[in-house]
Structure formats: structure tokens, C-alpha cells
């Protein structure tokens, strides 16, 4: 198969397309022959060894990759709900690792069969896994209940994305979101069901005290300090990220304490790994937000010779949605 691999941890250069030897899937596991596979920024982190010293990380030589779209190329020992030929979207069991490759293997309680719509593989790969894990943090982490509001950071960015869709499904009141004043001009273009978009250099004043029960943040920096002027008692900071790259952010616990806030982090191969009996009812719940128009996003395409340029992208913070690879 043709894969591409982290050659060593380092900045876009180190991905090579090499010829691998194909894989065949285990007990409970499918092949799946890919046609797209989305890039994501987990993906630079992996890349760039962030993660390396973490118990179970990849380390070089490895595929990157977390989510697939594509048809059942083999079934192992024990699956009986997906068959050869159908086309399906996979999301991440939590290794992080696979999704740039011709074939992918995937756990197939991961796996969703999307045979039956007439989604674009493109849309599919971009969206469907992003919400089903958007699923799990507002039902499962912030227990999002009917009618309350919701802050999302990073708005445009591939899983901020996901959220406001599945909000609105759950009935959030309203759903704001934020970013960095270089992309006001795409957010006012968005179809994504956003109530309100404003700039996160502008924060808290662009919001006028208004005040959200939950805050999603996949940026961390300043954004997450501004955010906790944006809450309320028994509002929920989901940290879910940190594309804004301080890794030194700290939160005062009695400023949680006075306010009555809650902050939980959110890393959803972990959290789905321990709780995989979440993981169909969200991949179900993400295949109706996403039927229903609630998760049009823009999307770049790049063959994988071309991974190179799809990471300098990722790392230009230049994109207003996803990069897909195609083989």
C-alpha cells in the first residue's frame, strides 16, 4: 500500500511516501481501502514529537492520521455489521495513528457505514468524526441541557466546527463563536449555524457581558483566560485543545471556587477509548447534524504526494476549515 510516514519527529519534511506492506485486519477490526483521510492539527503535534514521552505514543516511523472514509476492504475475526464494498467513515480509536494510507485498519466498533447516504466522501471524512466527538463532549463532559448557550473558540477550525451543529441538534438557545480578527471575513460567509461570530483579539468586550453555560476551547492562551469573564455560576470550560501553542497556560482553582465554573479537559481518544459504548450513538447523531446541512464547511484537497504542503498549511493557520487527502 502507499502510505505516508513520519520519517523522525520534525517540522513538514520529515513525511515520505513509501510503498508498505498491506495490512490485514485483526479480531473485531476492518481494512478499509481509503479514498479520503483528513488532516488534522493533532496530526502536526504527532508529527512534531509533542506528545513523544506521553505511554503509548508513536514514535518514528509511523502513519499519521486519525479519520477515513472509504470502502471495507476485509473483515476480521468477529464483525458481523459491516461487509466488504461498503463505504464507511472511521474515526480515531485513540491511537491517532494510520488514516495517510491507501488502506487503513480500523476497530469496527470505530466505524460507521454511510452506504446508505448520499453524503460527499470529502464532507464525510471532514465533518462526521469531528461530530460525533462534539457529540460526546457537550452530551457526555458538559451535559449540555435544552435551551442553555454555547461559546465555542477557534470557530472555524476543523472540530470547533462540529460543535455548533450538534448544539443547535440538542437544542442549545444559542451558539457564538470566536475568532481571530484574519478570519472575520470568512466567518461572516460561514453556512455553519452559528448565532454570532466575533473577534477573540476583541474578548470579553466584543460580547457586551453576555455569559454562556458552556465554552468550548480547542485555543488555550489568552483565549482561555478571557473565557472565564464569559461564564456564570455552573457554567463548563470544556478544554479541548491548544492551538494557540502556550503550553504554560495555568488556571487559578479558587477563581473556579468563587465563580462556581467548572473546567474539564476533553481529549476525546482517551475519553472514547475508555467509554467506546459512546461511540456509535455519537457517529449516528453526527450522520443527522451533518444530513441536515449543520456542518457545511470549507474544504481543500490535496493528493498525498502533496501531504508536505497540506502540514505548511495546517501550521499557517491560513485555512478557514479542513485539508483531505486523497491517494
Do not use: C
Request: proline share 5%; net charge negative.
Amino acid at each position: 500500500m502507499k502510505a505516508i510516514q513520519v520519517t523522525q519527529f520534525g517540522g513538514p519534511d520529515v513525511l515520505a511516501l513509501n510503498d508498505l506492506a498491506d495490512p490485514t485486519p485483526g479480531p473485531g477490526e476492518i481494512t478499509i481501502d481509503v479514498s479520503h483521510a483528513a488532516v488534522g492539527l493533532v496530526d502536526i503535534y504527532f508529527r512534531q514529537g509533542a506528545f513523544k514521552d506521553l505511554p503509548g505514543m508513536a514514535h518514528p516511523p509511523f502513519v499519521p492520521g486519525l479519520e477515513v472514509v472509504g470502502r471495507v476492504r476485509e473483515v476480521g475475526a468477529g464483525v458481523t455489521d459491516l461487509r466488504v464494498g461498503e463505504r464507511v467513515v472511521s474515526m480515531s480509536d485513540g491511537s491517532g495513528t494510520g488514516g495517510y494510507a491507501s488502506i487503513f485498519v480500523a476497530k469496527a466498533a470505530f466505524v460507521l457505514s454511510i452506504e446508505a447516504s448520499d453524503i460527499d466522501s470529502a464532507l464525510a471524512v471532514s465533518v462526521i468524526p469531528n461530530a460525533a466527538m462534539a457529540y460526546v463532549a457537550l452530551t457526555s463532559v458538559a451535559r449540555l441541557q435544552l435551551g442553555e448557550s454555547v461559546l465555542v473558540h477557534g470557530a472555524l477550525g476543523g472540530f470547533s466546527a462540529a460543535f455548533p451543529g450538534i448544539a443547535k441538534q440538542l437544542g442549545a438557545s444559542r451558539v457564538v463563536g470566536t475568532v481571530r480578527a484574519s478570519k472575520l471575513e470568512a466567518a461572516a460567509n460561514t453556512l455553519l449555524p452559528y448565532d454570532h461570530i466575533v473577534d477573540s483579539g476583541q474578548l470579553p468586550d466584543a460580547l457586551n457581558n453576555e455569559r454562556f453555560d458552556v465554552v468550548i476551547d480547542p485555543v488555550g492562551g489568552v483565549v482561555r483566560s478571557h473565557s472565564f469573564s464569559l461564564m456564570q455560576p455552573g457554567s463548563r470550560l470544556i478544554v479541548a485543545g491548544n492551538a494557540s501553542g502556550d503550553w504554560s497556560h495555568q488556571v487559578k482553582t479558587n477563581d473556579l471556587w468563587l465563580g462556581s465554573m467548572t473546567v474539564t479537559g476533553y481529549n476525546a481518544g482517551a475519553y472514547l477509548r475508555k467509554n467506546p459504548q459512546l461511540v456509535q450513538p455519537a457517529l449516528r447523531a453526527a450522520l443527522i447534524s451533518v444530513e441536515a446541512g449543520l456542518g457545511e464547511i470549507v474544504i481543500d484537497t490535496l493528493t498525498f504526494d502533496k501531504a508536505v504542503q497540506a502540514h505548511e498549511l495546517m501550521e499557517s493557520r491560513a485555512l478557514n476549515g479542513r485539508i483531505v487527502l486523497v491517494p
